[in-house]
């Protein structure tokens, strides 16, 4: 369970060669969290404020002023109306705070005119027990850093702003997880929470979006990749409105996979289908060997007429030849088909139980023949064309298969 931050930030303008990215990376945490407004009457509720800033560098870095912009007033956009109710504190040795109430800030320094601030280090700033006012809203507290690279003398400010949401006393959104936080592919995700006091609740998720409102568990069927849900919650007081997001992962054991493009440097094993979908093409860029089981192409398929005419036809594409011969009366030995090209034949022939197929292999451009051997019995015999790749609607002559005997097309 997290609660997502509303974080901005803002680069410095650096001369070339500067440390990439924000001298320092702040994170919020509040007690209580999240924090809520002061009564109207009565003792005011307060907060502690800890904001966390860590160095995203192996570089050090020297700073000479850390500065909280705190929103001061009565409004919705404020956070507090006394600036002066909190003690503030920070982690640096030897800094000083000094507040400025007609600024509106709290000012930190170093007894000296800079101190370093060290690879994989950071610090800590606190604002201890402050005044909350008392209008629901989202306060935007802005860091500024002032800061260069170590030993250097061009210095620079970087801006984090954190949005912190002031809600109602009786407002309550927690504890939200998953029963499950790993299960199979297509299993079943069981939410769970606490809420109270909120005027909308969503839950979110890939494309979805249910209202959830004065429910506390949900649960979402057939989930088959990983997934992170979202459980966001708006109030509203007269005109102002506060957000509070809270998201909770599951994980896919084997999940299905969407990418938009996907480059494998290696071999590719599908233990299922290999689908391409209607109006997509399967593009191989090198040869195909089909060593194990059957091989079935769905897509354009093209059954050409059994005609004394067209009993030879050049391969449009490189694809495969079917030949079926159905088996209608007399016996099973008598009904047989052949269907050859580039020297190999392949002989289709009933068998007890149905009818009789061959397939064969056929290149690009090459010859194509195929005939039927059998008695004056009538027979049903078709030739299919699956071709690897689109061929024009045009290119032979669809039809149902024609009845055939031994003296030729009925």
């Keep these: 369970m997290a609660t997502v931050p509303q974080i901005t930030a803002t680069e410095s303008d650096a001369k070339n060669g500067a440390l990439a990215g924000q001298a320092l990376h702040f994170e919020l945490n509040t007690n209580p969290d999240p924090v809520r407004v002061s009564p109207s009457t009565g003792d005011p509720a307060r907060a502690d404020l800890v904001l966390v800033g860590s160095r995203r560098s192996t570089l050090p870095i020297d700073c000479r002023k850390i500065v909280l912009n705190v929103p001061t007033g009565p409004n919705s956009p404020d956070l507090t109306s006394d600036l002066n109710s909190a003690t503030p504190q920070i982690s640096l040795p030897g800094w000083t705070a000094t507040t400025n109430t007609t600024a509106k800030t709290i000012t930190f320094t170093p007894a000296s005119g800079h101190a370093t601030i060290g690879r994989d280090e950071g610090v800590?700033?606190?604002?201890?027990?402050?005044?909350?006012?008392?209008?629901?809203?989202?306060?935007?507290?802005?860091?500024?850093?002032?800061?260069?690279?170590?030993?250097?003398?061009?210095?620079?400010?970087?801006?984090?702003?954190?949005?912190i949401g002031k809600f109602p006393p009786d407002f309550v959104l927690r504890n939200f997880i998953s029963e499950d936080l790993v299960i199979e592919n297509g299993g079943s995700v069981k939410l769970n929470w606490e809420s109270s006091g909120a005027s909308s609740l969503r839950l979110l998720y890939d494309a979805a979006d249910v209202?959830?409102?004065?429910?506390?568990?949900?649960?979402?069927?057939?989930?088959?990749?990983?997934?992170?849900?979202?459980?966001?919650?708006?109030?509203?007081?007269?005109?102002?409105?506060?957000?509070?997001?809270?998201?909770?992962?599951?994980?896919?054991?084997?999940?299905?996979?969407?990418?938009?493009?996907?480059?494998?440097?290696?071999?590719?094993?599908?233990?299922?289908?290999?689908?391409?979908?209607?109006?997509?093409?399967?593009?191989?860029?090198?040869?195909?060997?089909?060593?194990?089981?059957?091989?079935?192409?769905?897509?354009?398929?093209?059954?050409?007429?059994?005609?004394?005419?067209?009993?030879?036809?050049?391969?449009?594409?490189?694809?495969?030849?079917?030949?079926?011969?159905?088996?209608?009366?007399g016996s099973h030995d008598v009904h047989q088909g052949y269907i050859s090209s580039g020297g190999l034949t392949v002989r289709a022939q009933p068998r007890s139980g149905g009818a009789g197929s061959a397939t064969l292999p056929v290149l690009k451009g090459a010859y194509c023949d195929y005939y039927y051997d059998g008695p004056?019995?009538?027979?049903?015999?078709?030739?299919?064309?699956?071709?690897?790749?689109?061929?024009?609607?045009?290119?032979l002559v669809e039809s149902e298969p024609a009845t055939v005997n031994e003296t030729g097309v009925n």
Excluded: C
């Design 124 to 163: 800590t700033v606190q604002l201890m027990g402050l005044r909350i006012n008392t209008v629901v809203g989202s306060s935007p507290l802005r860091i500024d850093v002032e800061w260069a690279e170590s030993g250097d003398d061009y210095w620079s400010t970087d801006s984090t702003t954190i949005d």
């Design 211 to 329: 209202n959830v409102l004065n429910l506390s568990t949900y649960t979402i069927n057939n989930v088959r990749h990983t997934t992170v849900f979202y459980l966001r919650a708006t109030v509203q007081v007269g005109g102002n409105t506060v957000e509070r997001i809270l998201s909770t992962t599951v994980t896919v054991r084997i999940p299905d996979l969407e990418v938009a493009n996907l480059l494998v440097n290696g071999a590719i094993t599908a233990k299922g289908e290999l689908i391409a979908p209607a109006g997509h093409r399967l593009a191989v860029k090198g040869e195909v060997a089909f060593e194990e089981g059957a091989v079935e192409l769905l897509g354009n398929r093209q059954v050409f007429e059994v005609d004394a005419s067209v009993r030879k036809f050049t391969a449009p594409t490189d694809g495969l030849a079917v030949l079926t011969v159905s088996k209608l009366s």
């Design 376 to 395: 004056t019995a009538v027979a049903t015999v078709r030739v299919t064309w699956i071709p690897f790749g689109r061929v024009a609607d045009s290119v």
